[in-house]
């Protein structure tokens, strides 16, 4: 019977038209037909393992060698039949087929339950070598919570978006935004009073330190606050000012006071010592005459000791006078040290509090507009879901490869593979009616 040599191999024979070899010989080519065709498919590539994985390694009659081994840095795996074993690079089953073949070789010794020891001959079927743990994939950009997932076979971008938490508009579902909007609003508004207040408050120190008189209320006046809330404030702050201008100048007045009236007892006292210095001179001056006529014979001793004790007693006033004297004008450089103390004091005080005042006026001025922009974000967050706008993702998957990374463009439901780093960029979608008049203009 002549037969036709086909490609690759393939023979077939020529027979008789309507026969029932020729029917059934037609049944065979069209299930081999199909068979190749099959066979021509394109298939999905294979995954080769790479740092990170781990691969289990069993064998079915020695459940000790049974154990689970990372491969390392350098592509190799460390197993005890092994040693270091490189498997980077190969897919889970040509590394299989490279464990198989050299654990087939090898005797393990083995302990029974008796306690004697043989020598058992692994057989190559009964070594398998699988990926237990791949490396994991890394979820970044729009998402609730970004960072490192553990990968499963056949993982979307789909899963790996619901395994960080779904896209980050979606945590408003749990936070409502237009509670928090309210709560923002509330915040944004209390910050701009205590912005006002701390402007008065500055103004106040100012004033103090006289750098200024009068309020400039104009600085407030373009303020979000009411107006009676402002005035309330400038009033608090002028009663501060003026009670504390009044507390000051009681207390030097006070110091000048008694400057003043130490000036006139310094006064008093210097009188009373130049008399007492001039009483002291003639009691000196009467004891030596009446020392001179006692030696003459012309006065008796009595007189002489009258004489010396009156010279005791001018003395003993002189330095009293003299003492009291030098007290006042101590105390009188003491009340003029605290005048200045006073005034240096109370200005070193004032400056400290205007650089603590300038200082919180900034912090509020940087939470003003954190708060601004958190309001402006769940304010454009509310407005699209009153809207109904929704956000459609920009997926984008990282892959390493053997000339570096590939951004491959994905949608949620491209599969990953270990090591795959994902990127979510949200694009802000447009509301409703918008879309409804696209469409309807587009038609």
Request: aromatic content about 4%.
């Amino acid at each position: 019977m002549p037969t036709v040599r086909l490609p690759r191999g393939i023979r077939i024979s020529i027979v008789p038209k309507g026969s029932r070899l020729d029917t059934a010989l037609g049944a065979k080519l069209v299930l081999v037909a199909a068979a190749l065709a099959f066979s021509s498919a394109p298939a999905r590539a294979e995954y080769h393992l790479q740092v990170g994985d781990v691969v289990e390694i069993a064998v079915a009659r020695i459940p000790e060698l049974k154990q689970r081994v990372p491969v390392q840095l350098d592509g190799s795996i460390t197993f005890p039949q092994l040693g270091n074993l490189p498997i980077a690079g190969l897919t889970p089953s040509e590394a299989q087929a490279r464990i198989q073949v050299i654990l087939a070789t090898k005797v393990f010794r083995q302990r029974m339950s008796d306690g004697r020891e043989s020598n058992t001959l692994i057989d190559h079927d009964e070594v398998t070598a699988t990926v237990v743990e791949y490396r994991p994939i890394y979820v970044n950009g729009d998402v609730a919570k970004p960072g490192e997932y553990a990968y499963r076979p056949l993982m979307t971008v789909r899963q790996a978006v619901a395994l960080s938490g779904g896209y980050e508009l979606m945590r408003y579902r749990m936070t409502n935004p237009v509670i928090e909007s309210a709560d923002l609003r509330a915040e944004y508004e209390t910050l701009w009073t205590q912005f006002a207040s701390e402007q008065a408050h500055i103004w106040r120190l100012k004033a103090e330190l006289g750098e200024g008189k009068n309020l400039d209320q104009t600085t407030l006046k373009d303020l979000p606050v009411a107006r009676s809330k402002i005035t309330e404030l400038v009033n608090l702050e002028a009663e501060r000012l003026s009670a504390n201008q009044t507390d000051f100048d009681r207390q030097k007045a006070f110091l000048q006071h008694a400057i003043a009236q130490g000036k006139e007892q310094i006064q008093v006292l210097s009188e009373q010592q130049k008399e007492d210095n001039q009483g002291a001179q003639a009691d000196i001056e009467e004891l030596q005459r009446t020392i001179d006529l006692y030696g003459k014979g012309s006065l008796p001793s009595p007189r002489v000791a009258d004489s010396r004790r009156a010279v005791l007693l001018s003395s003993t006033r002189k330095l009293q006078t003299t003492a009291q004297l030098m007290q006042i004008q101590q105390q009188q450089d003491g009340f003029s040290r605290q005048v200045e103390k006073l005034d240096d004091q109370r200005r070193i005080d004032l400056l400290r509090e205007l650089q603590d005042a300038n200082m919180k006026l900034s912090e509020i001025q940087a939470k003003l507009q954190s708060t601004a922009e958190k309001l402006q974000y769940t304010s454009i967050v509310k407005s699209q879901l009153v809207r109904g706008g929704g956000n459609q993702p920009e997926i984008d998957v990282i892959r390493a490869g053997d000339k570096g990374g590939e951004r491959i463009a994905a949608n949620e439901e491209t599969k990953l593979e270990p090591g795959d780093v994902v990127e979510i960029a949200l694009k802000a979608g447009l509301p409703a009616w918008q879309r409804g008049r696209q469409e309807s203009n587009a038609q």
